[in-house]
């Protein structure tokens, strides 16, 4: 991959998700960061690994500990992270997203 792009609102809900952690435990925060910059280098290194849950997107869960996952799509050398999702929290919200 060339490069990792995370759509507005992706970025917006992983920075949420960050000071929510952070709110708690700065402990916790880290862990989360790290997570997902871990999950990020895995995507990066084998993109088509993770299952895909439509045409076009893919989705790659965090550590257990973090209930989230990345869903994704890859356009050509560009990775655009779509969302920083919730596992309960409104299914499939993210799907007018371009």
Known sequence: MDSI??????????????????????????????????ALRQIEQAPEHWPLIDRRHRLKFLEKRFPYHIIYRVDDDLLTVIAVAHHRRRPRYWQGRQ
Do not use: I, T
């Not at 992983?14 to 700065?26: D, G, H, I, P």
């Open 5 to 38: 792009a995370f759509h507005p609102e992706a970025a917006a809900e992983f920075e949420e998700a960050l000071c929510w952690y952070s709110e708690r435990s700065e402990q916790a925060a880290k862990g989360f960061d790290e997570a997902v910059s871990n």
